[in-house]
């Protein structure tokens, strides 16, 4: 609780970050190359071909994306409040009831992304917002979303983010007070183990932020406030008792030898987005993003296919399924992460268990700077020849370019889909496999919702 931090708020107020040469065209911005310049570099790290096919236009879209994802530096939340403020007439001194000036407004599920600064990786934040409005005026409604975006589009961490949102409602609205719930959900980071990602893929914290009446968390006002959440299924125990921690899953990582052109590529990144790669957030931020960055250089990993080179059935050849195989990629065209699961069914006799192959089939292919249609053909090919030919893979993931962009589509997924054998023309055997992956929910209610 606490919102009012002078030192943040001044920077809103009166610097802000420079909007360098903004008469030239976008990819002709200073800023705009050295991204490119930098993503290319990094791509070399990783053994990747930057003019092949697919992705000899990433280091641009990268570029497109950050500054998009970042694109808060340059706005001003005076501009989205002083056009929206509305009389209401209603008790002019003291705090009223509901309904009338004074009384408690609370707006709900306001979804955003926003970039850690830890770690450079985009991060969910399910926004809440109370305030008590005073003078005889209210703030339409719309604007609370776009002052949160302010701050959420930097690159930022929870309790930094919520402080931040709440001082600025509070000095440019001049309510009675104000109240921020927000609740992030961080992408885990993924090792060469098949065993990840746990628990759900998502690191999940809870922060919240008062000024004026909202100041003491005991207060009847907060417990008024955290029970309008309740009735949206909020949890807010979470917030009871907590203390600051680490949150991104980047600073429990262990450090490795680094190649000082890739962090030199990283820490330009981060000064054409207008940061300063050497304050307290960022100054581990280059390691940590290059620690994430190096799971999918393109190496000759190690597939465990454990010697086996085909499928003799013995007895009854029957449907077998193996459902819900987790996996970790990165996508080739803006160096975003997708996850999800993989659904695998194929025709053999009884005895064969192919699940550890498998794993380490789908684990090896998402590993890999990739698109997700050539991911679910590719272990589809490789599985053929091992169990006889009769291959279905789904594969169902949800796309962070999907949402910590431009577009910004929450809650969407993709699927996809690759048949072999019998299943390239026999819809029953499709259909019967697709009736398994409903059967077990194959995704969980929460993979759309962080929370």
Known sequence: MGALDEGRLNLELETGIKNACIDLAFEHQPETLAIQDAVKLLLQGLHEDVNREGIKKTPFRVAKALREGTRGYKLKVKEFVQSALFPEAGLEDGIGQAGGVGGLVVVRDLDHYSYCESCLLPFHVRCHIGYVPSEQRVLGLSKFSRVADVFAK???????????????????????????????????????????????????????SGSGVFDDEGSSLWGEFLSFLKLKGV??????????????????????????????????????????????????????????????????????????????????????????????SMCEHHLLPFYGVVHIGYYCGEGYNHKSLMKSIVHFYGFKLQVQERMTRQIAETLSPLVGGDVIVVAEAGHTCMISRGIEKFGSSTATIAVLGQFSNDGSARAEFLDKIHATAALKADASSPF
């Open 154 to 208: 930097r690159l930022q961490e929870p309790q930094g983010l919520a402080d931040d949102i709440c001082s600025a409602l509070h000095h440019w609205v001049k309510p009675s007070g104000v109240a921020v719930v927000l609740q992030c959900s961080h992408i885990h980071f993924p090792c060469l183990d098949v065993k990840s990602p746990s628990d759900n893929g998502f690191v999940k914290l809870m922060v919240s």
């Open 235 to 328: 949890k807010t125990e979470a917030l009871c008792g907590s203390v600051k921690k680490e949150w991104c899953p980047s600073v429990k990582t262990s450090s490795e030898e680094e190649d000082p052109e890739m962090v030199s590529a990283v820490v330009s990144i981060l000064k054409s987005l207008g940061e300063d790669p050497s304050r307290e957030g960022l100054v581990a931020t280059p390691s940590r993003f290059l620690k994430w960055m190096m799971n999918f250089q393109n190496v000759n990993l190690e597939m465990k296919l454990n010697g086996v080179n085909g499928v003799k059935a013995n007895g009854e050849v029957k449907l077998h399924c193996e459902l819900n195989l987790p996996f970790w």
